[in-house]
């Protein structure tokens, strides 16, 4: 099933992070930093079908297919100016070789 889905992954993926960093006066802030490149399948939800992971409302609208890597709940995958917040991850797949992750578009 690995090989199947890896076949239709297609590049471009940015994955960003809200990191710490220091202004042009010494202090510090938090800025968006590109962490990495990735490969992966973008797969929307219909709109009945949205997740929620938490009664709160917490909805996804997308899930993304990758090999593993170092995503954490809050980054922001990228791609074509279109950012998704990472909702829920990771969820992994196929004893470990296979991330899905839960996104929600925010612009």
Known sequence: MIGMI???????WELWRFTDGT????GTSKTWSKQSDLEGLMRPLTGDRKLS???ET???????????ADIQQGDE????NVHYKVKNAP???NF???MQIEL???A
Request: hydrophobic share 35%; net charge positive; charged share 35%.
């Open 96 to 98: 470990g070789m296979l």
């Open 23 to 26: 202004d042009d006066y010494g």
């Open 104 to 106: 929600e578009v925010v």
């Open 53 to 55: 992971a938490y009664k």
């Open 77 to 80: 995958i990228r791609k074509d």
């Open 58 to 68: 917490d909805f996804a609208t997308h899930k993304f297919y990758m090999k593993p």
């Open 91 to 93: 969820d992994m797949m």
């Open 6 to 12: 890896r076949k239709y992954f297609t590049s471009g």
